[in-house]
DNA sequence: TCCCAACTTGCAGAGTCTGCATTTTTGCAT
DNA sequence: ATGCAAAAATGCAGACTCTGCAAGTTGGGA
């Protein structure tokens, strides 16, 4: 009930999504199985069964296909932050509000399984891949921003009326940059960091691990502590 | 006398770095005048005065030249940490390593300045830019997780040869990974931050607040500090 | 001095990406 | 239902990016 996964807008905004995921699934597919380098344009065009020309009114570049899968999940993430019950600390409030993202990737295991493959295969994409999520980090800032100020000031704002707030504060402040920017590296590096692991580890341990050392000021950790 | 810029190597090093050095300057100032966009390989090539085979014989793609900016000093970080006097934790260690580095960029401050635009007016090459940087990660977590072990188990180990370590460790650890990361993140925040502020703040000041929030592990600032 | 390896270069060709005009599809009001 | 306007898809021409290959230059060691 709470999430609908795609079902929101008309038919237009319906079939243009679909269109987009299909380019996006075919991309990373036929890149899974050729290699990213030799999936051309026009075979990933192709498999979606659209022109050419309409993949380049979905994508600025043929990478971008590779790279833009999850895109509706930084949208989630604030809103969670938003939503996040008082009383947490702004690191807490992100660390939960990404938490719940990870089950919807659990949810398209196998093509998310694919995406990482290929990333790991073809650097130049891995590259892209990471500058496109560290774009995302403004966003975020900004209502992490907002957030921190009801938990400290008088709430009353009910409306997210974003214009007073811009006006009363042009320069974005350090901190929610600062936070929002260490959190998505934080969850970056447990990402790559249990791919890399060959032994099972749960996500969740190396997930909850990171946001440890971040909360502690990363010191340096004690000797041959459990899953270091 | 500590470091020497650019001398070192024969004829054909020089020669290299030198037109190296040539294409990036050509790119930046290009880029700077007329927008990335409507800068071609071969106008820059032209200004650099070799063709535009050889251009792609430096770099692997167009945009790399408006990004490749700076790319020794990751090294110079990299030499900073191991040779780091012992008894200081590693985000002290990673801080002052980095902090060493500020200079360098004062120096070509004009060029940097123009890069700094040109990223700010071309969100692609920001991207760019930002996963180029994040990339160069792993290195620098390897660094901080020799420096570690030097500091914390039995000091002897005049001879860097990685293999043993390698060896006895093939699966990078997190911590060092983290903490590289949330490093060159800080780093990034500081400076997009400092761009970003009318007023003229000192860049050695966001610098050490940033570092200062990392190391207090990323508390709710108290309301109203000084440059928060 | 002579030679090899490294570097540069021109060229051909495949592939990427954009602008523009045209056709098809969708949302909506009648 | 039906017609209309906006949105989207398409085909095409053309500029630009990037690669492989073969031939010509140059630096540095034997």
């Given at each position: ?14 079939k ?26 026009e ?16 994508f ?26 008082p ?62 100020d ?11 009326s ?5 006006r ?31 032994d ?29």
């Amino acid at each position: 009930m709470a999430r609908k996964s795609t079902a929101e807008g008309g038919l237009r905004e319906r079939k243009k999504r679909a269109t987009r995921d299909a380019l996006v699934e075919a991309a990373v597919r036929l890149a899974a199985e050729h290699g990213a380098e030799r999936v051309t344009v026009e075979a990933i065009s192709d498999a979606a069964g659209v022109s050419t020309r309409t993949f380049f009114n979905y994508f600025d570049s043929r990478d971008d296909a590779f790279v833009m899968i999850g895109a509706e999940a930084n949208a989630r993430v604030r809103q969670a932050v938003l939503a996040a019950p008082p009383g947490l600390s702004p690191l807490q409030v992100l660390r939960d509000a990404i938490a719940a993202e990870l089950a919807e990737v659990e949810e398209r295991h196998e093509l998310w399984s694919l995406h990482a493959m290929v990333l790991r295969t073809s650097p130049r994409l891995l590259v892209r891949a990471l500058g496109v999520h560290t774009a995302d980090e403004r966003e975020l800032a900004e209502v992490l921003a907002e957030r921190i100020d009801v938990g400290s000031r008088s709430s009353d704002r009910a409306t997210p009326s974003a214009s007073e707030d811009e006006r009363r504060n042009p320069t974005p402040r350090l901190y929610p940059r600062l936070l929002a920017a260490v959190g998505v590296t934080a969850v970056r590096v447990a990402v790559e960091h249990w791919c890399e692991r060959p032994d099972g580890v749960a996500f969740g341990d190396v997930f909850h691990d990171v946001f440890e050392h971040l909360a502690a000021g990363l010191p340096a950790p004690a000797e041959e502590t459990g899953r270091n």
